[in-house]
């Protein structure tokens, strides 16, 4: 994988039935939300696709791993710049179902098909899926192992809304680099004199440590 460095007020028609879908493909310039753990940051999004629908997620647009929501039928309504980069194509909204890969693989090495995945299961299910990994393939045949944190987004009644997946690498990490890179930032910050200079430096360590956070496997 290539890598980059109070919920609102519930309305009463589903965001998820009538809402535009947003496609996200645009630089990252958006501030993701700084969490402890993958556990965490999919949760948060899932509660955002609930109460808000596929524009509450823009704030993912800067998470440097991809998170991708599809609404209750498994149609895809919006993925981060980072799905692009992982699956080596561009996901169709509103058309592609289930996941932004363009194949996929159980841990065995055997064909999975999309309606089969983590994610679908999920969905169908109304629980989480943890503890699985699977292999992504990209067009130019490059595979990925992953671990996927599929998420529904349940409404009050119980009934499953949409859901949310986190998709973090295991081959190739970035758990490591992301803190590397804090180190660096937080390094330069002593060094420089202008307090604006050393406040920006600082605020890029926390994301970085952040995003590494969510995204170590133990």
């Known amino acids: 994988m290539r890598s980059g460095c109070c919920p609102q007020q519930r309305i009463c028609a589903s965001p998820l039935e009538s ?9 990252r310039q958006a501030k993701a939300p700084r969490h ?3 556990e965490a940051l999919v949760n ?3 509660a955002a696709l609930r109460d808000t629908g596929p524009r509450g997620l823009k704030d993912f647009d800067a998470f440097p791993a991809p998170l991708y929501a599809t609404d209750k039928t498994g149609k895809i309504l919006y993925f981060n710049p980072a799905c692009v980069e992982f699956a080596g194509r561009t996901p169709t909204l509103n058309v592609d179902r289930w996941c932004v890969s363009w194949k996929l ?3 065995d090495g055997a064909a999975l098909a999309h309606d089969q995945c983590p994610m679908a299961v999920a969905i169908r299910v109304g ?9 992504a393939e990209r067009p130019d045949g490059e595979r990925t192992r992953f671990r996927p944190f599929p998420t529904p987004a349940v409404d009050e009644a119980g009934r499953v ?10 081959d190739g990490n970035p758990h490591q680099v ?4 804090a180190d660096k930032c937080r390094s330069l910050a002593k060094w420089v004199t202008d307090k604006k200079t050393e406040n920006v430096l600082t605020g890029m360590a926390e994301e970085c440590e952040s995003h590494a956070e969510a995204l170590r496997l133990d």
Do not use: D
């Not at 809304?161 to 295991?170: D, E, K």
């Not at 992301?178 to 890179?181: E, I, M, V």
């Open 19 to 27: 809402g535009p879908v947003i496609q996200t493909v645009r630089p």
């Open 36 to 38: 402890l753990s993958a």
């Open 44 to 46: 948060t999004a899932a």
């Open 105 to 107: 693989y159980a841990s």
């Open 127 to 135: 629980k989480s899926v943890r503890g699985v990994e699977a292999f």
């Open 161 to 170: 809304v949409g859901a949310v997946n986190l998709l973090v690498p295991v």
């Open 178 to 181: 992301l803190l590397a890179k």
